[in-house]
């Protein structure tokens, strides 16, 4: 968080701080999605979320740091001072990391436990408590399709359904890819779970939102699915899984817009276009057109300018085409946590740019507000 804090102290005194503008103050009515629930301002909730998002993650990472050993009234503590420094730094929405690696930052029936999370922390309900009070959005962020590692899934009780489907190989649920366990998307009862991670969270916490990442296929090895591909009858494989993929981010959507006009899903994909496409599977331009989908996208677009692959204005313009005529709101990420490293994979070309171009994200600030983007969010 001190990097965060130093880089917008800067541009407080450049004079270019986010604002909480009239574009940027909470949304007043949205379009309505029609659901068989009831709205959640008619149970007492009625979601926080901006026109404008300036977003801050808030990953698991960080959890050893801030959570590790304390107590509830520690980890709120740690919390409020945290979130009030976001606040005064112009934040207004927060992806918090409540489903990780299998496991649960909040109260679940279906998932263990955080290691990091005391037994009287409720993670999840502090953040949004804390939130709230300064008027920050929170979306709970998960990770749907990874799981525990190998030796943490032998250590989980039988009770949990994830480390049944362990046992259980011939239905093929689950894969371990290096080491890790992954829900494999093809098959209804693995999107079920998924759907019922997001439908826990909004049941029993007044968060904002549901927020997911890249985490999508985790392999391009055709055995991690071979037999259910083989059943499907299907000849494309590259496309058959983007389908799978893509009815598990719908499903979700809907889950979410069942649960509540105002509460908004987002999807955070690689800034690759290509690379969400034909490596993780994850059809990005499918899901930029429509809001049955998601209701806004946050491309991380971790490119300097000079990056070789992906030269971050000619990205953002690529981002910007796919949501030109789209009810989905573009939120550009940006990697703050490069600030002042060598950036190998930008090439010959951009590798020194985050150590010699210390204003870079101040730029691509301006180049932001100057798009069609709805606004931006910071990783670290």
């Known amino acids: ?74 980890y709120r503590a740690v919390m409020s001072d945290y979130l009030s420094e976001a606040s005064e730094q112009g934040i207004n929405t927060v992806y918090f990391h409540a489903h990780p690696n299998g496991d649960a930052y909040y109260d679940s029936s279906i998932f263990p436990r955080g290691k990091c999370m005391s037994e009287d ?75 019922s991670c997001a439908a826990e969270i909004l049941e029993k916490y007044d968060v904002d939102g549901i927020h997911i990442d890249d985490y999508f296929y985790p392999t391009t090895d055709t055995s991690f699915d071979s037999e259910a591909f083989a059943e499907s009858g299907k000849t494309d494989l590259a496309q058959w899984r983007r389908d799978n993929v893509t009815e598990m981010v719908r499903e979700l959507c809907s889950t979410v817009h069942a649960h509540g006009n105002r509460l908004k899903f987002g999807i955070s994909p690689q800034g690759n276009i290509a690379s969400d496409r034909e490596k993780l599977y994850a059809d990005v331009e499918l899901w930029c057109s429509d809001t049955s989908y998601c209701d806004y996208i946050v491309p991380q677009l971790y490119f300097g300018f000079r990056n070789e692959a992906c030269p971050f204005e000619q990205t953002l313009r690529d981002w910007e085409d796919l949501t030109s005529d789209s ?15 060598t950036d190998q994979w930008a090439g010959e070309a951009g590798k020194d740019e985050w150590v010699t171009s210390p204003d870079i994200l101040e730029r691509q600030i301006e180049l932001v507000k100057s798009s069609t983007a709805d606004g931006y969010a910071f990783y670290r």
């Not at 659901?35 to 698991?60: A, K």
């Not at 550009?332 to 490293?341: R, V």
């Open 1 to 74: 968080m001190k990097k965060i804090i130093l880089f917008l102290t800067a541009f407080i005194l450049t004079g270019c701080t986010p604002q909480r503008s009239e574009a940027s103050a909470p949304e007043t009515s949205s379009a309505p999605i029609e659901s068989t629930q009831p709205d959640s301002q008619e149970i007492g909730h009625i979601p926080l979320n901006y026109t404008s998002q300036v977003g801050l993650w808030m990953p698991y990472t960080h959890f050893d740091e801030q959570m590790c050993g304390m107590n509830a009234e520690g």
């Open 121 to 195: 922390v409720d993670a999840l309900a502090v953040v949004t408590e804390e939130a709230h009070k300064l008027g920050i959005s929170v979306h709970a962020w998960i990770n749907p399709l990874r799981m525990q590692t190998a030796a943490e899934m032998e250590e989980l009780p039988e009770s949990y359904v994830v480390k049944q489907w362990t046992e259980q190989p011939e239905k093929g649920y689950v894969r371990l890819v290096n080491d890790r366990w992954y829900l494999v998307p093809v098959y209804p009862e693995v999107r079920s779970l998924i759907s």
């Open 327 to 341: 009810p989905v709101s573009l939120i550009a990420g940006l990697a703050e946590y490069k600030l002042g490293k």
